[in-house]
């Protein structure tokens, strides 16, 4: 990686109302605020019985939304809307492995499980992460895709993600694709196992670059190691790209690119809650602040709020110390699973965050996550929460 | 020959239940479908042309999961999603 090239102009905030994409284990439902973000009301849902797992508006082109789908039967697909929601047709070419080359493994996409617009200069372009994990790329806005083969059969991808059993209980996955926004051929992504990984050549080459992060669940781990890792979810600081987070499945952190390596810094977090979780909410104009959920991650991995009592921690210091926000969120017996898909935020001052539990509740802060008010409930398994602008 | 289409794919075929095609194979019938009905295979047949996990096909009262699978004199093809999840 070259120097640090620039930092970007810190945007003005946004106003108005905010629509939420929220994909559920059931279909797709959407959320959508008065202009205050203090009333919500609920449409939906799409694709009913469906499993979706991500549903992404084009912030280049407000009226595209994607969808990433399958059912308990069929095979996996992604839908594409023109309209802002109202219609859909589903992609000409779903993303699907090519041939394996000699010797490697015959791998298929079980699901679509993370879609990216491309960047600004490349109109049309989006990314999907799949499980197992796979890079898929589409120049037309969605409506075919093809392998990014540089990757796919990248000669150490079995090596990286380390099979089928390194992943998640509900199969690897390919996520947090990331476009540097100053140049689109540099971009990085996560895998779940295998790591976090970069190209600067629009997915042609790819290399490691986990350095600092803690692999405690493979045997002989050194914080060397090049690979192997299990990469929640990890972001671009929208106004400093050379700054990342990143929510691993052991701890919290952060990296500047100029040091080129991870830095536990949820070490700093309260012991008796720990720094485990799956999302990380990144501020949209201040580097230095970041929302996780943590959740238990002791003995068996429940997965859930520590002692049953949910809540998110901020660091508006890149991580040196955290306070803890609960107002409004329940106090106990509340034993919340949130996915990594499932944290958002807009861009308006103060900023609304958003959550979606497992078990159908989405929440929502208006005011930089001091307090919480529940925007919907009774929802099925939610999968992903995102933030989409209003289509009128 | 006549095709069972499940209701899960009825959403590529305009709701109709029994299609007509013709084919030597189960692979081509598969084809013929997805001509028609573009993205219907897919869904049912995976990149390394295996049958999806809970997708069972029966020419006539016989379950294969050989796409190659002669249907000549074959009147009827089902196609069935075994029940799963919840």
Partial sequence: MSAPKHKLRVPRPKTGAVSLLVGTRKGAFFLRSDKERAGWQLTGSEFLGHVVHHVVQDPRDRKVI???ARTGHLGPTVFRSEDGGKTWKESRKPPAFDPPTEGASVRTVNHVFWLTPGAVAEPGVWYAGSSPQGLFR????????????GLNQHPLLDTWTGGDKDGTPDGPKLHSILVDPRDESHLYLGMSGGGFFESTNTGRTWSPLNRGCVADFIPGWTLDMEYGHDPHQVGLSPTNPDRLWQQNHCGIYRMDREEGEWVRVGENMPEEVGDIGFGIILHPRDP?????????????????SPDG????????????TWERQDRGLPKEHAWWTVKR????????????????TTSGEVWASRNDGKSWKCAARHLPHIYSVEVAGVVQ | MIVHVPTPLRSYTDEAARVEVEGDTLDDVLRALDKRYPGLRFRIVDEAQRLRTHIKLFV????????NASVKDVEDVHIICALSGG
């Fill in chain 1, 341 to 356: 898909q499932c944290m958002a935020q807009d861009a308006q001052d103060p900023v609304g965050l958003y959550l979606g």
């Fill in chain 1, 288 to 304: 230095d602040t970041v929302w996780v959920f943590p959740m238990d991650g002791s003995s068996v991995w429940p997965r859930t």
């Fill in chain 1, 309 to 320: 009592m949910p809540a998110l921690y901020r660091t508006r210091d890149g991580g040196a």
């Fill in chain 1, 138 to 149: 589409s120049r037309d806005g969605g409506k075919t895709w093809k392998p990014v083969n």
């Fill in chain 2, 60 to 67: 006539g009262h016989a379950a294969t999961d050989d796409l």
């Fill in chain 1, 66 to 68: 994607l969808v990433a």
